[in-house]
């Protein structure tokens, strides 16, 4: 029987996009401070912060002989700053107002590994936002949706409506890019229920 993943990640959105395709999985908690070190690119910090997350749920779970963990962590970049979970509404209408009407790019880094062997990819996804009114934002803020969102928003909520063109992984602008990740996972034996491979 296939051992279940550890997956290092409160998002049920992360959940969710692995029970898409079937992955079992155990969650795990980590203990990871998200701070961007100076000079470090939206690519580093993101995969920096993944391998970092992996590592901490690793250390976390006791009987961690042989398990495989995945974590996760998802960036939006909008005119080289990186936007990370809105601190309140007016960073979150900050933020919204920047993406209006404008292109960012979303980098998701996704780790597979062990306590003895890591693997980390990172994909890349550009976005193009319509131009969005304030009402619609403070009307969107006060949705919830964008609380516990990179950029203040979700792709597949509410805010799709502001989407006017996606080139890339939509999944990864969602938190897990599945293309990486199923990669990632069939390099450590681990398929889903519904596997095309099995």
């Known amino acids: 029987m296939q051992q279940k993943l550890l997956l290092a990640s409160a998002s049920p959105r992360r959940q969710q996009l692995l029970q898409q395709i079937g992955v079992a999985f155990d969650l795990v908690e980590h203990s990871v401070h998200e701070q961007r070190q100076a000079g470090e690119s939206a690519t580093q910090f993101t995969r920096r912060m993944s391998e970092e997350k992996a590592r ?29 979970k809105p601190k309140d509404r007016n960073d979150a209408i900050a933020m919204l107002s920047q993406l209006s009407g404008a292109e960012h790019t979303v980098f998701s880094a996704v780790t597979v590994g062990t306590v003895d062997s890591r693997q980390t990819l990172v994909s890349q996804t550009t976005v193009e936002f319509r131009s969005i009114q304030q009402q619609e934002i403070i009307n969107y803020w006060n949705t919830g ?4 969102k990179a950029g203040a928003y979700g792709i597949q909520g509410y805010a799709a409506v502001f989407v006017r ?26 398929t889903g229920t519904g596997s095309l491979n099995s």
């Open 165 to 190: 063109s996606l080139s890339g992984s939509y999944s990864g602008v969602m938190g897990l890019p599945l293309y990486e990740t199923a990669q990632l996972l069939q390099a450590y034996s681990i």
């Open 145 to 148: 949706e964008p609380r516990d």
């Open 56 to 84: 901490s749920a690793l250390d976390k779970w006791q009987d961690n002989e042989g398990r495989v963990v995945l974590a996760a962590d998802t960036a939006v970049v909008c005119a080289g700053e990186i936007m990370g």
